[in-house]
C-alpha cells in the first residue's frame, strides 16, 4: 500500500491531469456511445399499442425509413421501366400511417388474405410492365441503405408484403361500393338538385352550460386525460384542449386600387401610342365577320414565322404577361406515339421515361434550288397595295382607356416591389443584428430596434397591420393577407412554377421569425409579412387547461337539456298544428328564422376537382350531416329535432317545401342519366366517409392506443 501511494505522491500533477481528461471524457464522449443504437437513454418507450401488438420509439422509427426506403424502390424501379416517378401512387411516410397499415394487415391475416413470394413478384412485374430485368432489380436494391446497413432483398420483400396485405384490404372494401346501385344515383341527385325551404328555432347549447354542476376533481382530472392531445376543431363535436399551432406577424399591404391610380396620373400619351404600336398587330387586330372567313379560308391561314411558328401561335397576350397573378397557360397536349411495338419480349420499343411536348416545326423546304423562298410579308393581297393595308386594327381612342390602365398595372407593381424589396433587405438587415445581440448580449445593451411598419406605411402610401397569436383558420379569418399567395419556382412541376400560399410560408416546416415573405391576392393587392412570434402546438398542464376544461364538460353536459327544449317547441308545434313562428311568437328567449331555398350538397365551380360539399346557408351554423339528413327526410310541415355538426346548436325545424317535387325532380333524373360525372363525385364523397368510419372502427376494435400523438413530419 505505501508503494503505491508513493506512486500516487511522485506523479501526483500528471495523474490529476490524466483523471481530469477522463473525467471530460465520459463526460462528453462516453454518453453517445452508450446510447449508440437507442437514443432512448436506454429504454424503448412504447409508442402504440392495440391487441395483439404495440410498437416502440425504435420500431417505429424503423418502419417509417423502411417506408421511406419502399417509396424509393418502387421510384427507381418505375424510372428505369418508362414510368414517370412524379405521378406514382406512393405510401405515405408518417407514423399514423404506418400503424395503420400494421392494423390493416392484421385485419387481412383475419380475413385469410396472405401475400405470398409469388404475389410480389407479380406485383412488380405489374408495377414495371415487366420491363426491368433481373440484374436491374439487383442493382438498384444493392444502393438501397437504412442508415448505414444496406437493405437486404429480404428486408424489402417483408416490408413490401406488409403494404400489399393492407393494400389487398382496402380493395376488399373498396369492392362494396364498385356499381353504385340505381337507387343510391337516386339520393345523389336528390341531394344536388332539390331545394328545401325551411323555418327554424336555433336553441344554443352553452345557455344551458351555466346551469351545468362541475363533476369531481377525479372525473374533471379524467376528461382532460381523454382529450389532452386532440387539437380542437370548430366542426368536431369532441372537446380538444392541445394548444394548436400560433403565430404572431406584422404585415405591409399596398392596395392594388390606390397604387394603381397614382401610377395612371403619370402615364403619357406618349407612352400609350408607343404601347398601341407595339402591340396592336397581336392584341387590337379587328376579327373579321365569321361569314367572310367562310368565304376566303386560305386568307385565316396565318403567316409562317422565322422561327417556324404560326402567327396565331406566336401571338402573346402581353397583358397577361404583364400581369405578375395571372395563371399560367397549359401547354399543348403530348399528341400520341404512332411507333410500333418491337419483337424483344413484347416490349415496345415507344416507351420512353419521359415525353417532350410536341410544337408546331417549321414546313420542309423544296430541295429545288431554282424556287426562290417567298416571305409572305413581303407580298400584297392585291396588285399595287402594301399587304399591311388590308389589316384593320381598334383605333387607338377606344383602346386608349384600357392600355392607361394596363401601364398604370405595370407602374404600381413595380413600385410595390421596389418598395418591398427596400424594406425587406433593411428587416434583413434588422435580423442580422438581432442575432448578434442576443449571440453577445451584455449586461446594460439594448436590442436594435425594428423598422418601424407604422412609418414606412405613413411614407409609402402602404397599410400596416400586426396580429395576436393566432392559428391559421383565426389568419384567414383575420383578413385577406390569410388568404394570400405567390407564385414560386418549382422545376418539378408542370409549367416550373408553383402558387404558394401565405399559411404555407408563415406556419409551414422551415419557416422562420424575422425572414420577410411577400405575397398577393387575387385583388392585385400585394403584402410584405414577417413573423414576429411562433408558438409550436403544445399539450397544457391541466391546471393551465383547467378553466377550458370546466367549460366543455359544461356544454358537452348541457346538450341533452338543448335538445329537450326543441322538442317542446316542436310538439307544441305538432300539437297545435301551427308554424314554429307562431309557436315562439311569446318567447322571448329564442327567434325563429326563415331559411333557404338550399340543397343537401353544392358543388364547387370546378366539380371534378373536388366532391361535392354539405351546403353552408347563411342563418345556419355548420349544419352537418345529420342536420340534412333530418331535414330532406321531412315533408311539409313536418318538424323534427336535430344537431348541426359540432353539436353546439339545437334546432328545431319545420319543412316549408320541397322544390322541384320528386314527380318533376324523377324526369330530370332520367333525363340526365347519360351524365353520371357528378354523381361519382358524390359516391367518392360517400366512400371517403365510409372509409373514415370504418378505420374509426377497425382502431376501436383492436383499441388502438397511442402513448403520444403521432408526430407529423415537418413539425
Same mark, same amino acid.
Given at each position: 500500500?505505501?508503494?503505491? &501511494?508513493?506512486?500516487?505522491?511522485?506523479?501526483?500533477?500528471?495523474?490529476?491531469?490524466?483523471?481530469?481528461?477522463?473525467?471530460?471524457?465520459?463526460?462528453?464522449?462516453?454518453?453517445?456511445?452508450?446510447?449508440?443504437?437507442?437514443?432512448?437513454?436506454?429504454?424503448?418507450?412504447?409508442?402504440?399499442?392495440?391487441?395483439?401488438?404495440?410498437?416502440?420509439?425504435?420500431?417505429?422509427?424503423?418502419?417509417?425509413?423502411? +417506408?421511406?426506403?419502399?417509396?424509393?424502390?418502387?421510384?427507381?424501379?418505375?424510372?428505369?421501366?418508362?414510368?414517370?416517378?412524379?405521378?406514382?401512387?406512393?405510401?405515405?411516410?408518417?407514423?399514423?400511417?404506418?400503424?395503420?397499415?400494421?392494423?390493416?394487415?392484421?385485419?387481412?391475416?383475419?380475413?385469410?388474405?396472405?401475400?405470398?413470394?409469388?404475389?410480389?413478384?407479380?406485383?412488380?412485374?405489374?408495377?414495371?410492365?415487366?420491363?426491368?430485368?433481373?440484374?436491374?432489380?439487383?442493382?438498384?436494391?444493392?444502393?438501397?441503405?437504412?442508415?448505414?446497413?444496406?437493405?437486404?432483398?429480404?428486408?424489402?420483400?417483408?416490408?413490401?408484403?406488409?403494404?400489399?396485405?393492407?393494400?389487398?384490404?382496402?380493395?376488399?372494401?373498396?369492392?362494396?361500393?364498385?356499381?353504385?346501385?340505381?337507387?343510391?344515383?337516386?339520393?345523389?341527385?336528390?341531394?344536388?338538385?332539390?331545394?328545401?325551404?325551411?323555418?327554424?328555432?336555433?336553441?344554443?347549447?352553452?345557455?344551458?352550460?351555466?346551469?351545468?354542476?362541475?363533476?369531481?376533481?377525479?372525473?374533471?382530472?379524467?376528461?382532460?386525460?381523454?382529450?389532452?392531445?386532440?387539437?380542437?376543431?370548430?366542426?368536431?363535436?369532441?372537446?380538444?384542449? +392541445?394548444?394548436?399551432?400560433?403565430?404572431?406577424?406584422? &404585415?405591409?399591404?399596398?392596395?392594388?386600387?390606390?397604387?394603381?391610380? %397614382?401610377?395612371?396620373?403619370?402615364?403619357?400619351?406618349?407612352?400609350?401610342?408607343?404601347?398601341?404600336?407595339?402591340?396592336?398587330?397581336?392584341?387590337?387586330?379587328?376579327?373579321?365577320?365569321?361569314?367572310?372567313?367562310?368565304?376566303?379560308?386560305?386568307?385565316?391561314?396565318?403567316?409562317?414565322?422565322?422561327?417556324?411558328?404560326?402567327?396565331?401561335?406566336?401571338?402573346?397576350?402581353?397583358?397577361?404577361?404583364?400581369?405578375?397573378?395571372?395563371?399560367?397557360?397549359?401547354?399543348?397536349?403530348?399528341?400520341?406515339?404512332?411507333?410500333?411495338?418491337?419483337?424483344?419480349?413484347?416490349?415496345?420499343?415507344?416507351?420512353?421515361?419521359?415525353?417532350?411536348?410536341?410544337?408546331?416545326?417549321?414546313?420542309?423546304?423544296?430541295?429545288?434550288?431554282?424556287?426562290?423562298?417567298?416571305?409572305?410579308?413581303?407580298?400584297?393581297?392585291?396588285?399595287?397595295?402594301?399587304?399591311?393595308?388590308?389589316?384593320?386594327?381598334?383605333?387607338?381612342?377606344?383602346?386608349?382607356?384600357?392600355? +392607361?390602365?394596363?401601364?398604370?398595372?405595370?407602374?404600381?407593381?413595380?413600385?410595390?416591389?421596389?418598395?418591398?424589396?427596400?424594406?425587406?433587405?433593411?428587416?434583413?438587415?434588422?435580423?442580422?443584428? &438581432?442575432?448578434?445581440?442576443?449571440?453577445?448580449?451584455?449586461?446594460?445593451?439594448?436590442?436594435?430596434?425594428?423598422?418601424?411598419?407604422?412609418?414606412?406605411?405613413?411614407?409609402?402610401?402602404?397599410?400596416?397591420?400586426?396580429?395576436?397569436?393566432?392559428?391559421?383558420?383565426?389568419?384567414?379569418?383575420?383578413?385577406?393577407?390569410?388568404?394570400?399567395?405567390?407564385?414560386?419556382?418549382?422545376?418539378?412541376?408542370?409549367?416550373?412554377?408553383?402558387?404558394?400560399?401565405?399559411?404555407?410560408?408563415?406556419?409551414?416546416?422551415?419557416?422562420?421569425?424575422?425572414?420577410?415573405?411577400?405575397?398577393?391576392?387575387?385583388?392585385?393587392?400585394?403584402?410584405?409579412?414577417?413573423?414576429?412570434?411562433?408558438?409550436?402546438?403544445?399539450?397544457?398542464?391541466?391546471?393551465?387547461?383547467?378553466?377550458?376544461?370546466?367549460?366543455?364538460?359544461?356544454?358537452?353536459?348541457?346538450?341533452?337539456?338543448?335538445?329537450?327544449?326543441?322538442?317542446?317547441?316542436?310538439?307544441?308545434?305538432?300539437?297545435?298544428?301551427?308554424?314554429?313562428?307562431?309557436?315562439?311568437?311569446?318567447?322571448?328567449?329564442?327567434?325563429?328564422?326563415?331559411?333557404?331555398?338550399?340543397?343537401?350538397?353544392?358543388?364547387?365551380?370546378?366539380?371534378?376537382?373536388?366532391?361535392? &360539399?354539405?351546403?353552408?346557408?347563411?342563418?345556419?351554423?355548420?349544419?352537418?350531416?345529420?342536420?340534412?339528413?333530418?331535414?330532406?327526410?321531412?315533408?311539409?310541415?313536418?318538424?323534427?329535432?336535430?344537431?348541426?355538426?359540432?353539436?353546439?346548436?339545437?334546432?328545431?325545424?319545420?319543412?316549408?317545401?320541397?322544390?322541384?317535387? %320528386?314527380?318533376?325532380?324523377?324526369?330530370?333524373?332520367?333525363?340526365?342519366?347519360? %351524365?353520371?360525372?357528378?354523381?361519382?363525385?358524390?359516391?367518392?364523397?360517400?366512400?371517403?366517409?365510409?372509409?373514415?368510419?370504418?378505420?374509426?372502427?377497425?382502431?376501436?376494435?383492436?383499441?388502438?392506443?397511442?402513448?403520444?400523438?403521432?408526430?407529423?413530419?415537418?413539425?
Amino acid at each position: 500500500m505505501a508503494g503505491s &501511494f508513493s506512486f500516487f505522491r511522485t506523479y501526483q500533477r500528471s495523474l490529476l491531469v490524466f483523471v481530469a481528461i477522463l473525467a471530460m471524457l465520459a463526460f462528453f464522449v462516453l454518453p453517445p456511445f452508450l446510447q449508440m443504437g437507442n437514443d432512448y437513454g436506454g429504454g424503448d418507450p412504447l409508442v402504440a399499442d392495440w391487441t395483439g401488438g404495440e410498437i416502440r420509439e425504435g420500431g417505429i422509427e424503423r418502419a417509417v425509413a423502411m +417506408r421511406s426506403i419502399v417509396n424509393r424502390f418502387l421510384m427507381e424501379i418505375a424510372a428505369t421501366a418508362g414510368r414517370d416517378p412524379a405521378q406514382l401512387p406512393l405510401f405515405p411516410e408518417t407514423e399514423e400511417q404506418v400503424v395503420r397499415t400494421l392494423l390493416f394487415a392484421k385485419e387481412a391475416a383475419a380475413n385469410g388474405l396472405t401475400i405470398s413470394d409469388t404475389a410480389i413478384n407479380d406485383f412488380l412485374s405489374l408495377w414495371t410492365n415487366n420491363l426491368v430485368r433481373p440484374e436491374q432489380f439487383d442493382e438498384i436494391i444493392s444502393r438501397l441503405r437504412l442508415g448505414p446497413t444496406a437493405v437486404s432483398q429480404h428486408d424489402l420483400f417483408e416490408a413490401l408484403r406488409s403494404e400489399l396485405a393492407a393494400r389487398n384490404m382496402l380493395i376488399l372494401f373498396q369492392t362494396g361500393f364498385s356499381g353504385d346501385p340505381p337507387g343510391w344515383r337516386w339520393d345523389y341527385f336528390r341531394q344536388l338538385k332539390q331545394n328545401a325551404t325551411i323555418e327554424v328555432v336555433p336553441v344554443i347549447v352553452e345557455k344551458s352550460a351555466d346551469n351545468v354542476p362541475l363533476p369531481s376533481e377525479q372525473k374533471l382530472r379524467a376528461f382532460f386525460e381523454k382529450y389532452k392531445n386532440d387539437l380542437p376543431e370548430a366542426s368536431s363535436a369532441e372537446p380538444g384542449f +392541445r394548444e394548436p399551432h400560433r403565430v404572431k406577424y406584422q &404585415f405591409l399591404v399596398a392596395k392594388a386600387e390606390s397604387f394603381q391610380a %397614382d401610377a395612371a396620373k403619370d402615364v403619357t400619351d406618349e407612352q400609350i401610342s408607343e404601347y398601341y404600336e407595339k402591340n396592336k398587330a397581336t392584341l387590337y387586330r379587328v376579327k373579321e365577320p365569321e361569314g367572310k372567313k367562310a368565304e376566303n379560308p386560305d386568307a385565316q391561314k396565318p403567316a409562317a414565322t422565322d422561327a417556324g411558328v404560326t402567327e396565331a401561335d406566336a401571338s402573346v397576350d402581353t397583358k397577361k404577361l404583364a400581369e405578375p397573378d395571372s395563371t399560367p397557360t397549359a401547354p399543348a397536349t403530348d399528341t400520341p406515339s404512332n411507333d410500333k411495338p418491337s419483337n424483344d419480349k413484347g416490349a415496345q420499343s415507344s416507351r420512353r421515361p419521359f415525353t417532350t411536348v410536341a410544337f408546331n416545326q417549321p414546313a420542309e423546304q423544296s430541295e429545288t434550288p431554282d424556287t426562290p423562298a417567298v416571305n409572305p410579308s413581303e407580298t400584297s393581297l392585291q396588285p399595287g397595295v402594301p399587304a399591311e393595308s388590308s389589316e384593320k386594327f381598334e383605333p387607338l381612342q377606344s383602346v386608349k382607356e384600357s392600355i +392607361r390602365e394596363q401601364l398604370a398595372r405595370l407602374q404600381a407593381n413595380k413600385k410595390s416591389d421596389a418598395v418591398f424589396t427596400a424594406v425587406a433587405a433593411d428587416l434583413t438587415l434588422y435580423a442580422e443584428d &438581432f442575432a448578434l445581440w442576443q449571440a453577445r448580449r451584455t449586461a446594460g445593451s439594448e436590442a436594435p430596434k425594428m423598422p418601424d411598419f407604422d412609418a414606412i406605411a405613413k411614407a409609402q402610401g402602404l397599410e400596416a397591420g400586426l396580429s395576436e397569436l393566432v392559428t391559421p383558420g383565426e389568419a384567414i379569418n383575420a383578413g385577406p393577407v390569410g388568404g394570400s399567395f405567390e407564385f414560386v419556382p418549382d422545376p418539378g412541376s408542370r409549367f416550373g412554377i408553383r402558387q404558394q400560399r401565405w399559411l404555407e410560408m408563415i406556419y409551414g416546416s422551415g419557416s422562420m421569425v424575422l425572414r420577410p415573405i411577400t405575397s398577393r391576392d387575387v385583388q392585385g393587392n400585394r403584402y410584405l409579412t414577417i413573423k414576429i412570434e411562433d408558438q409550436p402546438e403544445f399539450t397544457p398542464s391541466f391546471e393551465a387547461a383547467r378553466k377550458g376544461v370546466e367549460r366543455a364538460w359544461q356544454i358537452i353536459e348541457a346538450r341533452g337539456t338543448a335538445r329537450k327544449r326543441a322538442e317542446e317547441i316542436t310538439e307544441e308545434a305538432r300539437a297545435k298544428n301551427q308554424s314554429l313562428e307562431a309557436t315562439v311568437a311569446k318567447r322571448s328567449d329564442v327567434k325563429v328564422k326563415q331559411v333557404g331555398p338550399f340543397t343537401w350538397l353544392s358543388q364547387s365551380a370546378s366539380p371534378m376537382e373536388r366532391p361535392p &360539399f354539405i351546403t353552408q346557408p347563411d342563418d345556419l351554423f355548420i349544419p352537418g350531416e345529420e342536420f340534412m339528413r333530418s331535414v330532406f327526410g321531412l315533408t311539409a310541415n313536418q318538424t323534427a329535432v336535430a344537431f348541426n355538426e359540432p353539436q353546439t346548436i339545437c334546432y328545431a325545424v319545420r319543412l316549408l317545401s320541397m322544390t322541384p317535387p %320528386d314527380t318533376e325532380l324523377r324526369e330530370r333524373f332520367l333525363d340526365a342519366r347519360s %351524365d353520371q360525372q357528378s354523381l361519382a363525385m358524390v359516391a367518392q364523397g360517400e366512400f371517403s366517409a365510409a372509409f373514415g368510419e370504418w378505420v374509426e372502427g377497425l382502431e376501436k376494435r383492436y383499441k388502438l392506443d397511442w402513448k403520444r400523438p403521432p408526430q407529423i413530419p415537418g413539425r
